[in-house]
C-alpha cells in the first residue's frame, strides 16, 4: 500500500500532501507529529468514536510492516 504522511519541518512548517486519499499516519508518526504521548493519542481517538464524528472503517487500517508486525494506521 502506498501511503503518504503529514509532516513537520524544525520551524513548525506543516507539509501536507496532496493526495489526501493515501494519508495515512501510524500512532507513532502522530504521536511525534503532535507532540502528545501514545496515551493521550488513543484517549483523544476513543472519544472521537464514541461522539460519533468518526468511524473506525472511515479512519482506521491495519498494514502489515516488512518484518511481520501489523501496525493501525490512522
Known amino acids: 500500500m502506498k501511503r503518504t504522511v503529514i509532516t513537520v519541518d524544525g520551524n513548525g512548517m506543516l507539509s501536507i500532501p496532496s493526495n489526501l486519499q493515501d494519508l495515512w499516519m501510524s500512532e507513532g508518526e502522530l504521536v511525534d507529529m503532535l507532540h ?36 493501525t494506521l490512522y
Open 36 to 71: 502528545v504521548t501514545a496515551m493521550k493519542l488513543h484517549a483523544v481517538i476513543r472519544s472521537i468514536y464514541k461522539d460519533g464524528l468518526l468511524t473506525v472503517s472511515e479512519v482506521q487500517q491495519k498494514q502489515e510492516t516488512s518484518n511481520g508486525i501489523w501496525q
